[in-house]
Protein backbone atom coordinates (compact mmCIF):
# COMPACT_ATOMS: atom_id res chain seq x y z
CA UNK A 1 0.00 0.00 0.00
CA UNK A 2 1.15 3.87 -0.41
CA UNK A 3 2.79 4.91 2.59
CA UNK A 4 4.76 8.11 2.91
CA UNK A 5 8.69 8.12 3.42
CA UNK A 6 7.79 10.57 6.34
CA UNK A 7 5.26 7.68 7.81
CA UNK A 8 7.26 4.67 6.85
CA UNK A 9 10.18 6.22 9.10
CA UNK A 10 8.16 7.31 11.84
CA UNK A 11 6.70 3.87 12.67
CA UNK A 12 10.20 2.51 11.72
CA UNK A 13 11.67 4.31 14.31
CA UNK A 14 8.98 3.79 16.28
CA UNK A 15 9.79 0.12 16.28
CA UNK A 16 13.29 0.11 16.79
CA UNK A 17 12.88 2.23 19.94
CA UNK A 18 10.52 -0.37 21.25
CA UNK A 19 13.32 -3.18 20.82
CA UNK A 20 15.83 -1.23 22.16
CA UNK A 21 13.71 -0.32 25.47
CA UNK A 22 13.27 -3.39 26.13
CA UNK A 23 17.14 -4.72 24.84
CA UNK A 24 18.63 -2.17 27.01
CA UNK A 25 16.00 -3.09 29.90
CA UNK A 26 14.48 0.28 29.75
CA UNK A 27 11.38 -1.11 30.35
CA UNK A 28 9.82 2.35 31.93
CA UNK A 29 10.42 3.61 28.52
CA UNK A 30 9.31 0.90 26.76
CA UNK A 31 5.92 1.11 28.41
CA UNK A 32 6.03 4.64 27.20
CA UNK A 33 5.54 4.41 23.79
CA UNK A 34 2.12 2.62 24.77
CA UNK A 35 -1.28 4.95 24.37
CA UNK A 36 -3.27 4.50 28.11
CA UNK A 37 -5.92 2.90 26.42
CA UNK A 38 -3.54 0.24 24.80
CA UNK A 39 -3.90 -3.11 24.42
CA UNK A 40 -0.89 -5.68 24.61
CA UNK A 41 -0.72 -9.59 24.42
CA UNK A 42 1.22 -12.47 23.84
CA UNK A 43 -0.22 -15.60 21.94
CA UNK A 44 0.80 -18.11 20.63
CA UNK A 45 0.10 -19.32 16.88
CA UNK A 46 -0.92 -22.80 18.04
CA UNK A 47 -3.59 -21.23 19.68
CA UNK A 48 -4.72 -18.46 17.05
CA UNK A 49 -4.72 -21.27 14.96
CA UNK A 50 -7.14 -23.49 16.56
CA UNK A 51 -9.25 -20.39 17.35
CA UNK A 52 -8.83 -20.30 20.59
CA UNK A 53 -8.51 -17.02 22.71
CA UNK A 54 -6.14 -18.00 25.50
CA UNK A 55 -3.33 -15.64 26.23
CA UNK A 56 0.72 -15.86 27.97
CA UNK A 57 0.17 -12.45 28.77
CA UNK A 58 -2.12 -9.86 28.73
CA UNK A 59 -2.16 -6.22 29.68
CA UNK A 60 -5.55 -4.20 28.49
CA UNK A 61 -4.30 -0.75 29.62
CA UNK A 62 -1.47 0.98 30.31
CA UNK A 63 -1.96 0.24 33.97
CA UNK A 64 -1.23 -3.33 34.01
CA UNK A 65 1.94 -2.68 31.78
CA UNK A 66 2.74 -0.30 34.52
CA UNK A 67 1.99 -3.11 37.18
CA UNK A 68 3.82 -5.95 35.06
CA UNK A 69 7.19 -3.80 34.86
CA UNK A 70 6.51 -2.64 38.42
CA UNK A 71 6.39 -6.43 39.36
CA UNK A 72 9.56 -7.28 37.33
CA UNK A 73 11.27 -5.05 39.34
CA UNK A 74 10.69 -4.99 43.01
CA UNK A 75 8.57 -8.87 43.07
CA UNK A 76 9.43 -11.44 40.75
CA UNK A 77 12.50 -13.99 40.46
CA UNK A 78 13.52 -14.81 36.77
CA UNK A 79 16.52 -15.78 34.68
CA UNK A 80 18.88 -13.14 34.91
CA UNK A 81 19.74 -12.31 31.42
CA UNK A 82 20.09 -10.04 27.98
CA UNK A 83 17.25 -9.86 25.74
CA UNK A 84 17.88 -8.73 21.88
CA UNK A 85 15.44 -8.34 19.56
CA UNK A 86 16.01 -8.73 15.84
CA UNK A 87 13.28 -7.00 13.89
CA UNK A 88 12.11 -7.38 9.94
CA UNK A 89 11.00 -4.72 7.55
CA UNK A 90 7.01 -3.24 8.49
CA UNK A 91 4.32 -4.89 6.36
CA UNK A 92 1.63 -2.05 6.00
CA UNK A 93 -1.71 -3.39 6.11
CA UNK A 94 -3.94 -0.58 6.62
CA UNK A 95 -4.59 3.49 7.67
CA UNK A 96 -7.61 4.38 9.34
CA UNK A 97 -8.14 8.22 10.64
CA UNK A 98 -4.37 8.13 11.20
CA UNK A 99 -3.88 4.93 12.53
CA UNK A 100 -1.77 2.25 11.18
CA UNK A 101 -1.81 -1.63 11.12
CA UNK A 102 0.94 -3.47 10.35
CA UNK A 103 3.11 -6.97 10.82
CA UNK A 104 7.01 -7.03 11.67
CA UNK A 105 8.73 -10.46 12.04
CA UNK A 106 11.00 -10.37 15.01
CA UNK A 107 13.47 -13.31 16.38
CA UNK A 108 14.07 -12.45 19.74
CA UNK A 109 17.59 -13.60 21.06
CA UNK A 110 18.20 -14.26 24.85
CA UNK A 111 22.34 -14.49 26.71
CA UNK A 112 22.95 -15.32 30.03
CA UNK A 113 25.50 -13.63 32.48
CA UNK A 114 28.42 -16.00 31.46
CA UNK A 115 27.50 -15.38 27.75
CA UNK A 116 25.43 -17.85 26.37
CA UNK A 117 22.94 -16.99 23.70
CA UNK A 118 19.97 -18.91 22.41
CA UNK A 119 16.90 -17.83 20.42
CA UNK A 120 14.19 -17.66 22.98
CA UNK A 121 11.23 -16.32 20.59
CA UNK A 122 10.35 -15.96 16.52
CA UNK A 123 7.38 -14.88 15.51
CA UNK A 124 5.30 -11.81 14.68
CA UNK A 125 3.74 -8.68 15.86
CA UNK A 126 0.56 -7.51 14.76
CA UNK A 127 0.84 -3.41 15.73
CA UNK A 128 -1.61 -1.00 15.64
CA UNK A 129 -0.43 2.71 16.24
CA UNK A 130 -1.74 5.95 15.64
CA UNK A 131 0.26 9.53 14.42
CA UNK A 132 -0.13 12.39 16.50
CA UNK A 133 1.09 15.31 14.56
CA UNK A 134 4.58 13.73 14.39
CA UNK A 135 4.77 11.29 17.20
CA UNK A 136 3.43 7.77 17.06
CA UNK A 137 2.01 5.13 19.67
CA UNK A 138 1.21 1.92 20.26
CA UNK A 139 -2.14 1.23 20.32
CA UNK A 140 -2.43 -2.40 20.43
CA UNK A 141 0.92 -5.12 20.22
CA UNK A 142 -0.08 -8.21 19.66
CA UNK A 143 2.88 -10.81 19.88
CA UNK A 144 2.01 -13.50 17.87
CA UNK A 145 4.87 -16.08 18.54
CA UNK A 146 5.43 -19.36 16.42
CA UNK A 147 7.71 -20.20 19.27
CA UNK A 148 4.65 -21.87 21.63
CA UNK A 149 7.02 -24.11 23.84
CA UNK A 150 8.53 -21.65 25.65
CA UNK A 151 12.07 -21.98 27.29
CA UNK A 152 12.17 -21.57 30.54
CA UNK A 153 10.29 -18.83 31.06
CA UNK A 154 8.61 -15.67 29.84
CA UNK A 155 9.24 -12.62 32.04
CA UNK A 156 10.51 -9.56 30.24
CA UNK A 157 7.95 -8.52 27.64
CA UNK A 158 8.58 -9.16 23.67
CA UNK B 1 17.54 -54.16 37.02
CA UNK B 2 17.77 -52.85 40.48
CA UNK B 3 19.22 -49.48 41.09
CA UNK B 4 21.32 -49.23 44.41
CA UNK B 5 20.07 -46.06 45.67
CA UNK B 6 21.80 -45.60 49.57
CA UNK B 7 18.85 -43.85 51.21
CA UNK B 8 19.88 -42.08 53.87
CA UNK B 9 16.70 -42.31 55.85
CA UNK B 10 13.49 -44.71 55.84
CA UNK B 11 11.00 -41.61 55.64
CA UNK B 12 12.55 -40.22 52.41
CA UNK B 13 13.37 -36.69 54.13
CA UNK B 14 17.08 -36.84 52.41
CA UNK B 15 16.81 -37.72 48.61
CA UNK B 16 19.58 -38.22 46.36
CA UNK B 17 20.69 -35.66 44.14
CA UNK B 18 21.63 -37.94 41.23
CA UNK B 19 18.15 -39.23 40.92
CA UNK B 20 17.57 -36.16 39.00
CA UNK B 21 20.29 -36.96 36.91
CA UNK B 22 20.76 -40.88 36.14
CA UNK B 23 19.86 -42.19 32.17
CA UNK B 24 19.35 -45.25 33.95
CA UNK B 25 17.06 -44.11 36.71
CA UNK B 26 15.16 -41.58 33.81
CA UNK B 27 14.45 -45.01 31.55
CA UNK B 28 13.12 -47.01 34.84
CA UNK B 29 11.20 -44.59 35.40
CA UNK B 30 9.75 -44.83 31.81
CA UNK B 31 9.16 -48.25 32.19
CA UNK B 32 8.36 -49.18 35.96
CA UNK B 33 5.83 -45.47 36.38
CA UNK B 34 4.56 -44.65 33.07
CA UNK B 35 4.27 -47.38 31.34
CA UNK B 36 3.50 -49.06 34.82
CA UNK B 37 0.46 -49.06 36.88
CA UNK B 38 0.11 -45.81 37.21
CA UNK B 39 -2.37 -43.86 35.67
CA UNK B 40 -1.09 -40.73 33.89
CA UNK B 41 -3.54 -38.21 32.33
CA UNK B 42 -3.96 -38.15 29.00
CA UNK B 43 -6.46 -35.29 27.80
CA UNK B 44 -9.73 -33.57 28.66
CA UNK B 45 -12.74 -35.31 26.94
CA UNK B 46 -14.14 -31.73 26.16
CA UNK B 47 -10.80 -32.25 23.26
CA UNK B 48 -12.42 -34.66 21.31
CA UNK B 49 -16.03 -33.65 21.44
CA UNK B 50 -17.01 -35.57 18.64
CA UNK B 51 -17.37 -38.73 16.66
CA UNK B 52 -13.81 -39.50 14.72
CA UNK B 53 -11.66 -36.62 16.61
CA UNK B 54 -8.26 -37.55 17.86
CA UNK B 55 -5.43 -35.64 19.82
CA UNK B 56 -1.52 -36.58 20.50
CA UNK B 57 -0.64 -36.31 23.54
CA UNK B 58 2.50 -37.92 25.67
CA UNK B 59 2.78 -40.69 28.38
CA UNK B 60 5.96 -40.28 29.96
CA UNK B 61 7.99 -39.94 27.00
CA UNK B 62 6.10 -42.41 24.77
CA UNK B 63 3.87 -40.26 22.28
CA UNK B 64 0.22 -41.65 22.13
CA UNK B 65 -3.30 -40.95 20.07
CA UNK B 66 -6.18 -40.40 21.94
CA UNK B 67 -9.64 -40.38 19.71
CA UNK B 68 -13.08 -41.09 19.41
CA UNK B 69 -14.18 -43.86 17.67
CA UNK B 70 -17.43 -43.64 15.04
CA UNK B 71 -19.21 -45.53 18.25
CA UNK B 72 -18.40 -42.91 20.64
CA UNK B 73 -16.00 -44.75 22.32
CA UNK B 74 -12.21 -43.13 23.44
CA UNK B 75 -9.44 -45.11 22.68
CA UNK B 76 -5.75 -44.16 23.37
CA UNK B 77 -2.97 -46.04 21.83
CA UNK B 78 1.14 -45.62 21.19
CA UNK B 79 1.67 -43.37 18.00
CA UNK B 80 4.00 -45.46 16.44
CA UNK B 81 3.70 -46.87 13.36
CA UNK B 82 3.47 -51.41 13.40
CA UNK B 83 5.42 -51.10 10.13
CA UNK B 84 9.10 -49.57 10.72
CA UNK B 85 8.20 -47.19 13.47
CA UNK B 86 7.28 -44.06 12.26
CA UNK B 87 5.21 -41.46 14.52
CA UNK B 88 1.43 -42.14 13.01
CA UNK B 89 -0.24 -39.36 13.25
CA UNK B 90 2.10 -35.73 13.19
CA UNK B 91 -0.57 -33.15 13.64
CA UNK B 92 -1.67 -32.28 16.96
CA UNK B 93 -5.20 -33.02 16.59
CA UNK B 94 -7.54 -33.03 13.71
CA UNK B 95 -10.50 -35.64 12.49
CA UNK B 96 -10.51 -38.71 10.36
CA UNK B 97 -11.85 -42.03 9.81
CA UNK B 98 -8.64 -43.81 9.53
CA UNK B 99 -5.44 -42.86 10.08
CA UNK B 100 -2.60 -43.34 7.78
CA UNK B 101 1.00 -43.57 8.31
CA UNK B 102 2.77 -41.30 5.73
CA UNK B 103 5.73 -43.55 5.25
CA UNK B 104 4.27 -46.49 3.08
CA UNK B 105 0.33 -45.63 3.93
CA UNK B 106 -0.38 -48.39 6.67
CA UNK B 107 -3.89 -47.50 7.84
CA UNK B 108 -5.06 -47.30 11.59
CA UNK B 109 -8.65 -47.31 12.88
CA UNK B 110 -9.79 -45.02 15.28
CA UNK B 111 -9.36 -47.50 17.82
CA UNK B 112 -6.16 -47.85 17.16
CA UNK B 113 -6.06 -51.26 15.32
CA UNK B 114 -4.37 -52.13 11.69
CA UNK B 115 -6.49 -52.43 9.66
CA UNK B 116 -5.12 -52.25 5.77
CA UNK B 117 -1.60 -51.72 4.21
CA UNK B 118 -1.05 -51.24 0.32
CA UNK B 119 0.35 -54.02 -1.84
CA UNK B 120 -1.09 -56.64 1.32
CA UNK B 121 -1.29 -59.26 -1.86
CA UNK B 122 1.99 -57.67 -4.03
CA UNK B 123 1.54 -56.86 -7.47
CA UNK B 124 0.16 -59.10 -10.13
CA UNK B 125 1.02 -62.24 -7.55
CA UNK B 126 4.54 -60.36 -7.29
CA UNK B 127 5.87 -59.35 -3.70
CA UNK B 128 3.60 -58.84 -1.07
CA UNK B 129 2.93 -59.89 2.80
CA UNK B 130 3.06 -63.59 3.71
CA UNK B 131 0.09 -65.12 3.74
CA UNK B 132 -0.09 -65.98 7.48
CA UNK B 133 0.53 -61.99 7.98
CA UNK B 134 -1.67 -61.46 11.16
CA UNK B 135 -2.28 -57.48 11.27
CA UNK B 136 -4.45 -57.50 14.55
CA UNK B 137 -1.38 -59.04 16.12
CA UNK B 138 1.04 -55.71 15.12
CA UNK B 139 -1.69 -53.49 15.97
CA UNK B 140 -0.04 -50.52 18.12
CA UNK B 141 -0.02 -51.12 21.94
CA UNK B 142 -3.11 -49.49 23.49
CA UNK B 143 -3.70 -48.15 26.85
CA UNK B 144 -6.61 -49.10 29.35
CA UNK B 145 -8.97 -45.90 29.17
CA UNK B 146 -10.68 -44.12 32.17
CA UNK B 147 -12.70 -41.07 31.54
CA UNK B 148 -13.67 -39.50 35.29
CA UNK B 149 -16.15 -37.08 34.72
CA UNK B 150 -14.13 -35.74 31.40
CA UNK B 151 -10.73 -36.21 32.39
CA UNK B 152 -9.45 -38.67 30.60
CA UNK B 153 -6.25 -41.09 32.22
CA UNK B 154 -4.43 -43.88 30.56
CA UNK B 155 -2.34 -46.37 31.78
CA UNK B 156 -0.02 -49.56 29.94
CA UNK B 157 -1.17 -51.92 32.91
CA UNK B 158 -3.62 -54.30 33.88
CA UNK B 159 -2.42 -54.42 37.20
CA UNK B 160 -3.57 -50.69 37.52
CA UNK B 161 -6.46 -50.62 40.32
CA UNK B 162 -9.98 -49.01 39.07
CA UNK B 163 -9.13 -44.70 38.45
CA UNK B 164 -11.75 -43.96 41.70
CA UNK B 165 -9.61 -46.41 43.87
CA UNK B 166 -6.21 -45.08 42.31
CA UNK B 167 -7.26 -41.23 42.44
CA UNK B 168 -8.85 -41.84 45.86
CA UNK B 169 -11.50 -40.03 47.56
CA UNK B 170 -10.03 -37.18 47.42
CA UNK B 171 -8.36 -37.25 44.12
CA UNK B 172 -12.19 -37.90 42.95
CA UNK B 173 -13.69 -34.93 44.35
CA UNK B 174 -11.50 -33.05 43.11
CA UNK B 175 -11.73 -33.86 39.90
CA UNK B 176 -15.70 -33.60 39.86
CA UNK B 177 -15.48 -30.35 41.60
CA UNK B 178 -13.54 -28.75 38.21
CA UNK B 179 -14.87 -30.61 36.04
CA UNK B 180 -19.02 -30.44 37.55
CA UNK B 181 -19.59 -28.65 34.77
CA UNK B 182 -19.71 -28.52 31.04
CA UNK B 183 -16.13 -26.78 29.74
CA UNK B 184 -15.05 -24.89 27.35
CA UNK B 185 -11.13 -24.94 25.97
CA UNK B 186 -9.43 -21.74 26.10
CA UNK B 187 -6.04 -22.63 25.22
CA UNK B 188 -2.77 -24.29 25.82
CA UNK B 189 0.79 -22.91 26.79
CA UNK B 190 3.79 -24.78 27.22
CA UNK B 191 6.82 -24.65 28.77
CA UNK B 192 10.57 -26.54 28.64
CA UNK B 193 12.12 -26.67 31.70
CA UNK B 194 15.31 -27.69 31.93
CA UNK B 195 15.42 -29.86 34.92
CA UNK B 196 14.22 -33.23 35.23
CA UNK B 197 10.53 -33.76 36.08
CA UNK B 198 10.48 -35.07 40.05
CA UNK B 199 11.46 -30.92 40.22
CA UNK B 200 8.39 -30.08 39.05
CA UNK B 201 6.61 -33.17 40.93
CA UNK B 202 8.21 -32.04 44.09
CA UNK B 203 7.35 -28.43 43.54
CA UNK B 204 3.89 -28.84 43.03
CA UNK B 205 3.85 -30.80 46.40
CA UNK B 206 6.47 -27.74 48.21
CA UNK B 207 3.95 -25.40 49.64
CA UNK B 208 6.71 -23.86 51.94
CA UNK B 209 7.96 -22.34 48.57
CA UNK B 210 4.47 -20.79 47.31
CA UNK B 211 4.36 -17.61 49.31
CA UNK B 212 8.01 -17.02 49.26
CA UNK B 213 9.54 -17.87 45.66
CA UNK B 214 6.76 -16.12 44.06
CA UNK B 215 6.35 -13.11 46.33
CA UNK B 216 3.82 -11.89 44.04
CA UNK B 217 1.23 -13.86 46.49
CA UNK B 218 2.15 -12.03 49.14
CA UNK B 219 3.50 -8.65 48.38
CA UNK B 220 -0.07 -8.58 46.28
CA UNK B 221 -2.04 -10.05 48.86
CA UNK B 222 -3.56 -13.13 46.95
CA UNK B 223 -2.01 -15.33 49.04
CA UNK B 224 -0.38 -15.45 52.38
CA UNK B 225 0.74 -18.79 54.40
CA UNK B 226 -1.64 -17.23 57.19
CA UNK B 227 -4.67 -17.86 55.30
CA UNK B 228 -6.49 -20.63 56.18
CA UNK B 229 -5.13 -23.51 54.08
CA UNK B 230 -3.57 -26.72 54.16
CA UNK B 231 -2.33 -29.77 52.68
CA UNK B 232 -4.42 -32.95 51.71
CA UNK B 233 -3.55 -35.68 50.10
CA UNK B 234 -4.63 -39.26 49.20
CA UNK B 235 -4.38 -42.21 51.81
CA UNK B 236 -1.44 -43.37 50.16
CA UNK B 237 0.45 -39.82 49.82
CA UNK B 238 1.18 -39.80 45.84
CA UNK B 239 -1.63 -37.05 44.90
CA UNK B 240 -1.64 -33.84 47.53
CA UNK B 241 -3.17 -30.77 47.20
CA UNK B 242 -1.99 -27.03 48.30
CA UNK B 243 -5.69 -24.88 49.19
CA UNK B 244 -6.48 -21.72 50.83
CA UNK B 245 -9.75 -19.92 51.80
CA UNK B 246 -9.74 -16.52 50.19
CA UNK B 247 -9.51 -13.63 53.44
CA UNK B 248 -9.29 -15.73 56.22
CA UNK B 249 -6.09 -14.33 58.06
CA UNK B 250 -5.65 -10.73 59.42
CA UNK B 251 -2.87 -8.32 58.22
CA UNK B 252 -1.63 -8.47 62.18
CA UNK B 253 -1.18 -12.40 62.07
CA UNK B 254 0.59 -12.36 58.40
CA UNK B 255 3.36 -9.23 59.72
CA UNK B 256 4.52 -11.17 62.41
CA UNK B 257 4.35 -14.31 60.32
CA UNK B 258 6.45 -12.65 57.75
CA UNK B 259 8.74 -10.47 59.90
CA UNK B 260 12.31 -13.04 59.06
CA UNK B 261 11.55 -12.51 55.47
CA UNK B 262 11.98 -10.26 53.03
CA UNK B 263 8.62 -9.94 51.79
CA UNK B 264 6.61 -7.13 51.38
CA UNK B 265 3.64 -7.33 53.02
CA UNK B 266 0.77 -5.06 50.61
CA UNK B 267 3.29 -2.96 50.09
CA UNK B 268 2.53 -2.80 46.61
CA UNK B 269 -0.94 -1.85 45.07
CA UNK B 270 -1.51 -2.78 41.57
CA UNK B 271 -3.23 -0.11 39.24
CA UNK B 272 -5.51 -2.23 37.77
CA UNK B 273 -6.75 -4.01 40.39
CA UNK B 274 -9.45 -6.29 38.04
CA UNK B 275 -6.28 -8.33 37.73
CA UNK B 276 -6.93 -10.05 41.42
CA UNK B 277 -10.61 -9.40 41.20
CA UNK B 278 -12.43 -13.21 42.57
CA UNK B 279 -15.88 -14.02 41.23
CA UNK B 280 -16.53 -16.97 44.19
CA UNK B 281 -17.62 -20.57 41.46
CA UNK B 282 -17.51 -22.66 44.11
CA UNK B 283 -19.53 -23.84 47.01
CA UNK B 284 -15.72 -24.63 49.16
CA UNK B 285 -14.90 -20.54 48.76
CA UNK B 286 -11.65 -21.89 47.83
CA UNK B 287 -9.90 -19.39 45.19
CA UNK B 288 -6.73 -21.37 45.02
CA UNK B 289 -6.44 -25.13 44.96
CA UNK B 290 -3.97 -27.06 42.69
CA UNK B 291 -4.65 -30.94 43.23
CA UNK B 292 -1.86 -32.40 41.75
CA UNK B 293 -2.10 -36.74 40.75
CA UNK B 294 1.23 -38.75 40.88
CA UNK B 295 2.53 -39.12 38.02
CA UNK B 296 2.28 -36.11 35.12
CA UNK B 297 -1.38 -34.08 36.48
CA UNK B 298 -2.86 -31.46 37.91
CA UNK B 299 -5.49 -29.56 38.72
CA UNK B 300 -4.95 -25.83 39.32
CA UNK B 301 -7.20 -23.12 40.00
CA UNK B 302 -6.25 -19.44 40.84
CA UNK B 303 -8.69 -17.24 41.20
CA UNK B 304 -11.00 -17.97 38.18
CA UNK B 305 -8.13 -19.42 35.88
CA UNK B 306 -8.72 -22.89 36.11
CA UNK B 307 -7.09 -25.53 33.82
CA UNK B 308 -4.80 -28.95 33.57
CA UNK B 309 -1.13 -29.25 33.55
CA UNK B 310 0.43 -32.49 31.85
CA UNK B 311 3.92 -33.07 32.83
CA UNK B 312 5.82 -34.17 30.01
CA UNK B 313 9.32 -35.62 30.81
CA UNK B 314 12.09 -35.03 28.40
CA UNK B 315 15.08 -37.37 29.07
CA UNK B 316 16.70 -36.53 32.81
CA UNK B 317 17.41 -32.89 32.17
CA UNK B 318 14.17 -31.55 31.22
CA UNK B 319 10.19 -31.77 30.81
CA UNK B 320 7.80 -29.46 29.29
CA UNK B 321 5.07 -28.61 31.37
CA UNK B 322 2.08 -28.71 28.92
CA UNK B 323 -1.40 -26.47 30.43
CA UNK B 324 -4.76 -26.38 29.17
CA UNK B 325 -6.66 -23.75 30.64
CA UNK B 326 -10.35 -23.87 30.32
CA UNK B 327 -13.99 -21.64 31.54
CA UNK B 328 -17.24 -23.59 31.40
CA UNK B 329 -19.73 -23.48 28.95
CA UNK B 330 -22.05 -20.89 30.19
CA UNK B 331 -19.75 -18.54 30.86
CA UNK B 332 -20.84 -15.18 29.11
CA UNK B 333 -17.93 -12.95 27.28
CA UNK B 334 -17.30 -11.02 30.09
CA UNK B 335 -16.40 -13.98 32.20
CA UNK B 336 -14.12 -15.60 29.46
CA UNK B 337 -12.06 -12.31 29.11
CA UNK B 338 -12.15 -12.47 33.15
CA UNK B 339 -10.30 -15.68 33.38
CA UNK B 340 -8.37 -14.76 30.85
CA UNK B 341 -7.26 -11.81 32.36
CA UNK B 342 -6.34 -13.45 35.28
CA UNK B 343 -4.71 -16.02 33.35
CA UNK B 344 -1.73 -13.43 34.04
CA UNK B 345 -1.27 -15.38 37.24
CA UNK B 346 -0.22 -18.53 36.21
CA UNK B 347 1.92 -20.29 33.58
CA UNK B 348 4.73 -19.26 31.76
CA UNK B 349 4.91 -15.70 32.15
CA UNK B 350 2.55 -15.99 35.31
CA UNK B 351 3.18 -13.42 38.08
CA UNK B 352 2.90 -16.31 40.70
CA UNK B 353 4.29 -19.01 38.49
CA UNK B 354 7.85 -17.81 36.29
CA UNK B 355 9.98 -18.58 39.35
CA UNK B 356 9.36 -22.68 39.20
CA UNK B 357 10.98 -22.79 36.07
CA UNK B 358 14.33 -20.59 37.48
CA UNK B 359 14.23 -22.72 40.54
CA UNK B 360 14.19 -25.76 39.35
CA UNK B 361 16.91 -24.73 36.28
CA UNK B 362 19.04 -23.52 39.44
CA UNK B 363 18.39 -27.11 41.17
CA UNK B 364 19.08 -29.40 37.93
CA UNK B 365 22.42 -26.83 37.45
CA UNK B 366 23.91 -26.81 40.57
CA UNK B 367 23.27 -30.29 41.65
CA UNK B 368 24.93 -32.21 38.55
CA UNK B 369 28.41 -31.87 40.23
CA UNK B 370 27.50 -33.63 43.87
CA UNK B 371 26.17 -36.90 42.93
CA UNK B 372 26.97 -37.64 47.07
CA UNK B 373 24.57 -35.03 47.85
CA UNK B 374 21.07 -34.59 49.25
CA UNK B 375 17.98 -32.88 49.10
CA UNK B 376 16.84 -32.07 52.39
CA UNK B 377 13.50 -32.37 53.22
CA UNK B 378 12.43 -31.88 57.16
CA UNK B 379 9.50 -28.45 56.51
CA UNK B 380 6.63 -29.32 58.29
CA UNK B 381 8.41 -32.83 60.28
CA UNK B 382 10.09 -35.69 59.97
CA UNK B 383 8.39 -39.71 60.22
CA UNK B 384 4.83 -40.28 59.52
CA UNK B 385 3.32 -38.47 56.10
CA UNK B 386 -0.19 -36.91 56.99
CA UNK B 387 -2.29 -33.92 55.97
CA UNK B 388 -1.94 -30.52 57.70
CA UNK B 389 -4.32 -27.61 58.88
CA UNK B 390 -1.67 -25.53 57.58
CA UNK B 391 1.38 -25.10 54.85
CA UNK B 392 4.42 -24.38 55.90
CA UNK B 393 5.24 -27.93 55.01
CA UNK B 394 6.99 -29.68 52.28
CA UNK B 395 5.88 -33.34 53.39
CA UNK B 396 3.81 -34.24 50.47
CA UNK B 397 7.31 -34.47 48.98
CA UNK B 398 8.01 -36.96 50.89
CA UNK B 399 4.80 -38.97 50.09
CA UNK B 400 5.50 -38.77 46.34
CA UNK B 401 9.11 -40.37 47.08
CA UNK B 402 7.66 -43.03 49.07
CA UNK B 403 5.03 -44.17 45.95
CA UNK B 404 7.97 -43.38 43.20
CA UNK B 405 9.76 -45.98 45.31
CA UNK B 406 7.47 -48.32 45.80
CA UNK B 407 6.69 -48.07 41.82
CA UNK B 408 10.55 -48.63 40.96
CA UNK B 409 11.38 -51.27 43.50
CA UNK B 410 13.92 -49.38 45.39
CA UNK B 411 11.85 -48.78 48.71
CA UNK B 412 14.58 -48.85 51.98
CA UNK B 413 14.04 -51.30 54.83
CA UNK B 414 11.20 -50.26 56.63
CA UNK B 415 10.38 -47.29 54.35
CA UNK B 416 7.29 -45.00 55.36
CA UNK B 417 4.36 -45.01 52.96
S1 LIG C 1 6.58 -47.00 8.83
FE1 LIG C 1 4.49 -46.62 8.79
S2 LIG C 1 3.88 -47.52 6.97
FE2 LIG C 1 6.00 -47.98 7.00
FE1 LIG D 1 5.53 -22.55 42.55
Known amino acids: MNVSLETRELLTALMAEYAMAIDEDRLEDWVE ?126 | MKPDIAWQRNDYSRVPFWLHHDEGIYALEMERIFRGPAWSYLCLE ?96 RLKVANYHGMLFGTFSDRAETIEAYLGEFGTGMVRRFLSRPIRILGYSRQRIAGNWKLYA ?28 GVKMDARHRHNMNHAYAASDTDEDAKAAYADTA ?83 VGPAGFVSMEDGEAIEVIQKATRSSPEGCEVIEMGGRGEVRDLAHRVTETPIRGFWSYWAELMGVEPAGGIR
Not at chain 2, 206 to 228: I, N, W
Not at chain 2, 331 to 340: C, I, P, S, V
Open chain 2, 46 to 141: AEIPNACDFRTTWVGDTPVIVSRAKDGVIHAFVNRCSHRGAMIVRELRGNAERLVCLYHRWCYSNAGELTGLPFRKGIKGEGGMPEEFDMKAVSPQ
Open chain 2, 263 to 345: ARLDRMQLRDKKLLHYKNEFPDGMNLATPTFFPNALLIQINNTIGTRQIRPKGPGAHEVFQTLFGYADDDEAMTRHRLISANL
Open chain 2, 202 to 229: ENLRDTYHASLLHEFFVTYGVDRATQKG
Open chain 1, 33 to 158: LFAEDCDYRVVTRENVEQGLPNVLMWCDNKDMLRDRVDSYRNVNEYNLHYDRHILGPLRFISEKDGAWTFDVSYSLFQTTLEGESRLFSVGRYRIEARLEGSAARLKTVAVIADTGLVPSLLATPI
